[in-house]
Antibody, heavy 130, light 107 residues
Framework: QVRLQQSGPGLVKPSETLSLTCAIS??????????WNWIRQSPSGGLEWLGR??????????EYSLSVTSRISINPDTSRNQFSLQLNSVTPEDTAVYFC???????????????????WGQGTSVTVPS | DIQMTQSPSSLYASVGDRVTMTCRAS??????LNWYQQKPGKAPRLLIY???NVQSGVPSRFRGSTSGTEFTLTISSVQPDDFATYYC?????????FGQGTKVEIK
């Protein structure tokens, strides 16, 4: 059974860096079939995908949301089988519950390039005070 | 970016009712659409991937369908455990945009 365990501070000062870690058990951050994501949920309830990292053909790839691309970094740590989120220069608008998630790959009929967030971390509430 | 618009934003239902909700994509995303259920204080749970494929362990009363850029999640007979918020998400290209959610509440 795959589990994701999040850790990191719940309070970050404005202009500082938000850092969270997601430890993986039951799968590998170097998996060739999964991708490792960060998502956040604002106090108003909306879910926002932030980015992901994945390992394919012996290389690491990242994709980031344009809304945070200048401030975000998602990095794998193969020695500890985990991945991390760093979000720089935070403001009160970054206050949210942050989730890590595994995107597993699925087949539908003859097509096997469907991805879905099938395992989630427990969520970390992060507050950036004004 | 492709926008995902869910409707209604909330609905009321009684146990045993048939419930439907819709997610519309602003452009074609083929069948690259997932549905999630979220309860307060919890992480979302995957229900449907690829528009109509039910995730393992999800009750068969949940069904997904699609017609063009419109996607529908149907709960055939809503149960007490189903009162929650439901989100759609595109899984084609980036960003992996979520809809704004449909909250299913007890009538």
């Amino acid at each position: 059974q795959v589990r994701l365990q999040q850790s990191g501070p719940g309070l970050v000062k404005p202009s500082e860096t938000l850092s969270l870690t997601c430890a993986i058990s039951g799968d590998s951050v170097s998996s060739n079939t999964a991708a490792w994501n960060w998502i956040r949920q604002s106090p108003s309830g909306g879910l926002e995908w932030l980015g992901r990292t994945l390992f394919r053909s012996k290389k690491w790839y990242n994709e980031y949301s344009l809304s945070v691309t200048s401030r975000i970094s998602i990095n794998p740590d193969t020695s500890r089988n985990q991945f991390s989120l760093q979000l720089n220069s935070v403001t009160p608008e970054d206050t949210a519950v942050y989730f890590c998630g595994r995107e597993g790959s699925y087949c539908s009929g003859d097509i096997c390039d469907y991805y879905a967030m099938d395992v989630w971390g427990q969520g970390t509430s992060v507050t950036v005070p004004s | 970016d492709i926008q995902m618009t869910q409707s209604p934003s909330s609905l009321y239902a009684s146990v045993g009712d048939r419930v439907t909700m819709t997610c519309r994509a602003s452009q074609s995303i083929a069948s690259y659409l997932n549905w999630y259920q979220q309860k307060p204080g919890k992480a979302p749970r995957l229900l449907i991937y690829g528009a109509f494929n039910v995730q393992s362990g999800v009750p068969s009363r949940f069904r997904g369908s699609t017609s063009g850029t419109e996607f529908t999640l149907t709960i055939s007979s809503v149960q007490p455990d189903d009162f929650a918020t439901y989100y759609c998400q595109r899984s084609y290209s980036f960003p992996r945009t979520f809809g704004q959610g449909t909250k299913v509440e007890i009538k």
